[in-house]
Structure formats: C-alpha cells, structure tokens
C-alpha cells in the first residue's frame, strides 16, 4: 500500500510504526511486553531482540492505536492478542526489524517555557509507575 514508510499491513490497511508516551500506549506496552518503557526501548533498539514476539505485538499495538485513537485498551489487546503474525504483512524493513519513530515529542530546538510560578521546569519527564494499582483494571 505504502512504499514511503515503514509500517504493516493489518486486513487491507496500512500502519505506520508508531509509539508515543500516551497512557494508552504506555498500557499497552505492560500488558503485553510485561516490560518498563525503558526496558522496552533498550530492546526495540536491539537489532537482535527487536524482532521477540511480545516487543513486536507491543510495536503492532501502540500503530493500531495510532491510527485509531478512540479504540479502547482492551480492544486493542484483545485484537493484537488474538491475531495471527502471518496476518500482518511488514512493509519496508529490508534493513533490519521496526524501529518506531516517537510521536508527540517537541522538537529539540524548542525552547522550553518555564511555569507560571517561575520555578523552573524539570529537565526529564517523571518515570511512569510501576504500581499493581496504576495499571489495575477489571477484566
């Protein structure tokens, strides 16, 4: 379908690689990998691991959720979860396994703004929890 980007094919449509630091896709990225966001990104970045099923369905999931973004959670994982990888059909990987681009980051040139009350930014993001209770949900 698409020869400009690196992605897959799902049942006829096209998705591009995709992975951002919304909830959604940081869930996505537990229940499926069972791995910390950085964990995850040490081993998508490993050429030799980034092809583990768990890290490739994680990969598949956070695209889906991209490219339908009012999809809930659970809908996702029970999709990506039950769906067969002879179903997908990877597009423009001759080079090696996906290496998703980060959606939503503010450029690095982007001067950053301090907070009302003056005090000055935090130069990193806070780690997401790895509480039981953040992640709890009923099945």
């Not at 094919?9 to 966001?37: A, H, N, T």
């Not at 980051?105 to 001067?111: D, F």
Request: a negative charge; glycine letters at 6%; proline letters at 12%.
């Amino acid at each position: 379908m698409s020869d400009q980007h690196d992605g897959f094919e799902y049942q006829d449509r096209f998705y591009p690689w995709s992975i951002s630091d919304m909830g959604k896709d940081l869930v996505l990225i537990d229940r499926i990998c069972g791995m910390s966001l950085s964990e995850f990104y040490e081993v998508a970045d490993d050429a030799l691991q980034a092809d583990r099923a768990p890290v490739l369905l994680a990969l598949v999931a956070t695209s889906i959720r991209a490219g339908n973004p009012s999809w809930n959670v659970e809908r996702i994982v029970r999709l990506v979860m039950d769906m067969s990888l002879s179903d997908l059909h990877i597009v423009g990987l001759e080079e090696g396994p996906p290496n998703p681009t980060v959606a939503e980051e503010p450029p690095a040139s982007e001067p950053s703004r301090s907070p009302s009350n003056g005090s000055s930014p935090p130069s990193t993001p806070p780690e997401p929890s790895n509480s039981e209770t953040f992640f709890a949900a009923p099945v």
